[in-house]
């Protein structure tokens, strides 16, 4: 039950990707249907898209995602799910009276649109929006930005609304990361240090670009980023972790960076993260690290997809160590680095601020009513 909130505040509502609610079949299955079912996800013709989810992976795939939830459950429920209302607690201590803080799912609850209701109802007229995406892509923050407009344009009177931009080149957050990782590379010394985001369907990269000659056209296509590939995932992601690796000291002959996740039987962006773990195995590597710096929180991919089936890949082929390095989840780190991400980006969060002109209208018709 959330709390009543004082009217004249700014919201700031973070978003992250979503968890069912138990690892039962019963409940994985309406959070992969709605999942699977964004056309920003699985960007194929509607009949094609709900034929592929009801027929082929509805039938089946809860039960088997549902036994890998149960491997990574907490007494809590869902470590992503965790760390985000631990995270949002401790970034409204940060914030103050000021500010209220409120946390959503894109798909699954908490639900935006609940978030969304309980600001409007409490007055609450300047909406911050922060997706806990580093990177962008049109199936996360593209998403979640189109779902955030979707539920506020149901009313006729609209709260004003800014959006935080990806902050995956963003000093806090490249530091609060660091943080996490270094004293597991401190311990493990490894030999290489896999940085693994999740991936995307090649197709869904090349759509994204407007010039339709950059992205996967060349081999450095992704070397830097610039106006031209500025909004493609895979760009964003080498440069977290060029970033990152040189944060952590990590050379560049020590880093393999790779792309993890895939779905379906299409070309999706490569290097993939279990190819590359067989075969620095097999090259005789014996002591690794591996992190995925696209998730703040950790989460099915990363405890359950690297922490267990990729430690199983790499034994399988040789290897002996590979540590997963958490990620900055509710650490103090990170819950400072989100405050310093999202005021950077508006005014609205910003103590020094001052009040408003809609502040003042408000408090004169306050006082007058009296």
């Not at 946390?103 to 699954?108: F, K, P, Q, S, V």
Request: charged residues 25%; aromatic residues 8%.
């Amino acid at each position: 039950m959330r709390s009543e909130i004082p009217r004249h505040k700014t919201g700031l509502l973070l978003i992250n990707l979503g968890t069912p609610a138990s690892p039962r079949p019963a409940d994985v299955r309406p959070y992969l249907r709605e999942f699977l079912m964004d056309p920003r996800v699985v960007d194929i013709p509607g009949w094609k898209r709900w034929l592929i989810v009801h027929l082929f992976i509805l039938p089946f795939r809860p039960r088997k995602s549902g036994e890998a939830y149960a491997q990574i459950w907490t007494e809590q429920g869902s470590p992503l799910l965790v760390h985000s209302r631990e995270l949002a607690k401790k970034v409204q201590a940060r914030l103050g009276s000021r500010v209220h803080v409120d946390l959503a799912m894109r798909y699954g609850n908490p639900s935006i649109a609940d978030a969304l209701e309980h600001f409007r109802r409490s007055g609450i007229q300047r909406v911050v929006v922060l997706p806990l995406y580093p990177q962008y892509s049109s199936a996360t923050t593209g998403s979640t930005v189109e779902k955030v407009f979707e539920e506020v344009a149901r009313h006729w009177n609209t709260p004003y609304v800014q959006v935080v931009p990806p902050f995956y080149d963003h000093p806090a957050f490249l530091d609060a990361y660091a943080g996490a990782v270094r004293p597991v590379l401190q311990r493990v010394r490894p030999e290489k240090v896999f940085l693994s985001f999740h991936g995307l369907p090649e197709r869904q990269v090349i759509k994204g670009d407007d010039s339709g000659a950059h992205c996967l056209k060349r081999t450095d296509c992704c070397a830097s980023v610039d106006v031209v590939n500025r909004d493609c995932y895979r760009a964003q992601c080498f440069a977290t972790a060029r970033l990152l690796a040189s944060r952590l000291g990590v050379s560049e002959e020590m880093s393999v960076v790779c792309f993890q996740s895939r779905l379906g039987r299409e070309p999706w962006i490569r290097p993939y993260t279990e190819e590359r773990l067989a075969e620095e195995a097999r090259a005789g590597c014996k002591r690794a690290v591996i992190l995925s710096p696209a998730f703040v929180a950790d989460c099915l991919e990363t405890l359950e997809e690297l922490g267990i089936r990729g430690v199983g890949t790499w034994k399988e082929n040789g290897g002996e160590t590979l540590a997963l390095a958490p990620a900055p989840n509710s650490s103090d780190r990170w819950a400072d680095a989100v405050v310093t991400i999202a005021r950077d980006s508006t005014r609205w969060l910003d103590p020094a601020a001052g009040e408003t002109g809609q502040d003042r209208i408000d408090e004169r018709v306050t006082t007058a009513d009296r």
